[in-house]
T-cell receptor, first 108, second 113 residues
Framework: GQQVMQIPQYQHVQEGEDFTTYCNSS?????IQWYKQRPGGHPVFLIQ???SGEVKKQKRLTFQFGEAKKNSSLHITATQTTDVGTYFC????????WGAGTKLIIKP | DSGVTQTPKHLITATGQRVTLRCSPR?????VYWYQQSLDQGLQFLIQ???????AKGNILERFSAQQFPDLHSELNLSSLELGDSALYFC????????????FGPGTRLTVL
């Protein structure tokens, strides 16, 4: 069946460093969505990408959808403590298939 | 506040027991999804209902069942509970059937002792 692979599982960064998480699918996706789950919270929708090669920005967050619509990335510039949490991608054609998530941890 | 409500917030029970988790979707949403999230794990999709009918099934155990009622609220029934069923159970809702944005409730934390 369709799978969405997300890496890395964890990323430890110093505050102020950048963070990137990647999602890859074996098949073309009609859209890809990104969600954030804060510690102790529930997943919250961040953004949806639909078009091939699409790039969207939300302040320090940059989201990209690959030209083949099979991969996507989320890049955070100059991480802050408020960015801590797990970032999930989810994509599909008939139903959303979820990546395993990348946990962003800020080193003390 | 996503507009999705879940009750109860916490549930502690013993092995072998049966529990029911309840979810009310956002106003206007017809799809309800159930997910299981074990400690520090990803989201495991269990089942989706759309307008009262089952539409998609994930890795849902036979001991688990769900339904969506005419008023669109949903219940997830977990029976013959095992220690490994301890997890956060999230309900999410969306407007349509397929890859619409999902809005999550706050979750029910189930502890099986």
């Amino acid at each position: 069946g369709q799978q969405v692979m997300q890496i890395p599982q964890y990323q430890h960064v110093q505050e102020g460093e950048d963070f990137t998480t990647y999602c890859n699918s074996s098949t073309t996706l009609s859209n890809i969505q990104w969600y954030k789950q804060r510690p102790g919270g529930h997943p919250v929708f961040l953004i949806q990408l639909v078009k091939s090669g699409e790039v969207k920005k939300q302040k320090r967050l940059t989201f990209q959808f690959g030209e083949a619509k099979k991969n996507s990335s989320l890049h955070i510039t100059a991480t802050q403590t408020t960015d801590v949490g797990t970032y999930f991608c989810a994509g599909g054609n008939y139903q959303l298939i979820w990546g395993a998530g990348t946990k962003l941890i800020i080193k003390p | 506040d996503s507009g999705v409500t879940q009750t109860p917030k916490h549930l502690i029970t013993a092995t072998g027991q049966r529990v029911t988790l309840r979810c009310s979707p956002r106003s206007g949403d017809l799809s309800v999804y159930w997910y299981q999230q074990s400690l520090d794990q990803g989201l495991q999709f269990l089942i989706q209902y759309y307008n009262g009918e089952e539409r998609a099934k994930g890795n849902i155990l036979e001991r688990f069942s769900a339904q969506q009622f005419p008023d669109l609220h949903s219940e997830l029934n977990l029976s013959s509970l095992e220690l490994g069923d301890s997890a956060l159970y999230f309900c999410a809702s969306s407007v349509g059937l397929r890859t619409d944005t999902q809005y999550f409730g706050p979750g029910t934390r189930l502890t099986v002792l």
